[in-house]
């Protein structure tokens, strides 16, 4: 299993321009969500899933948008970047459909920055 | 409303002494407590999980946390730290409806002195 992927690893935008940030997951997860990491403040949730062709906001959803149209995938999408997105992206899986007690399975994170 | 509050933003501590990070929480339930770790330029770990079992959670790496109740704490410790422990370590408390959210607190930057 090659667990959760994301990519690309590293991005630049200029301000205004739109990009998808890719994960996949290879475990059957019905789980997945993305999270962003700011210095200082741990990581905050974006969008999650709890399966295919269900999503719904995190704490901070303003700025993205998400949809699950496979189990294994789940795209972000910026419309159009801001510097305030500049950060570090994780999206994250679990086996199951949200429970507080589920493993969450974090990929490797996209540094992505706005200039 | 869950909250996990971390103590310390950086400990530093040689090799071969014991590490303690400490980790407050707040919640309105019965709570999921997790550990997990990062490497610089990596994703994060998972290093162990309290979901109401045993108060003493054993996880990788020798790290091992004591869920106390009564002081709403989730402290971390390992006997000996390596050279390989110094990273930044999250405690967390996940949402307790169906929604999977975890809660991160600051981090913990431990570094590890010769």
């Known amino acids: ?115 | 409303a869950q909250s996990v509050t971390q103590l310390d933003s950086h400990v530093s501590v040689s090799e071969g002494t014991p590490v303690l990070l400490r980790c407050n929480y707040s919640s309105s339930y019965s709570p999921s407590l997790f550990w997990y770790v990062q490497h610089p330029n990596k994703g994060l770990q998972l290093l162990l999980k309290y979901t109401s079992a045993a108060t003493l959670v054993k996880g990788i790496n020798g790290f091992e946390a004591e869920f106390k109740k009564s002081e709403t704490s989730f402290h971390l410790t390992k006997p000996s730290a390596h050279m390989s422990d110094a990273a930044e370590y999250f405690c967390v408390v996940s949402d307790p409806g169906n929604t999977g959210k975890l809660i991160f607190g600051q981090g913990t930057t431990l570094q590890v002195k010769p």
Request: net charge neutral; proline share 5%; glycine share 10%.
């Open chain 1, 1 to 115: 299993n090659a667990g959760v992927t994301q990519t690309p690893k590293f991005q630049v935008l200029k301000t205004g321009q739109s990009m998808t940030l890719q994960c996949a997951q290879d475990m059957n997860h019905e789980y997945m969500s993305w999270y962003r990491q700011d210095p200082g403040m741990g990581l905050r949730l974006i969008h999650y899933s709890v399966g295919a062709g269900i999503t719904d906001q995190g704490e901070v959803p303003n700025g993205y948008n998400v949809s699950r149209s496979t189990t294994e995938d789940f795209p972000l999408r910026l419309l159009s970047a801001a510097p305030s997105q500049t950060s570090v992206y994780f999206c994250a899986s679990s086996i199951g459909s949200g429970a507080s007690t589920d493993t969450q399975y974090f990929g490797p994170g996209t540094r992505l920055t706005v200039l």
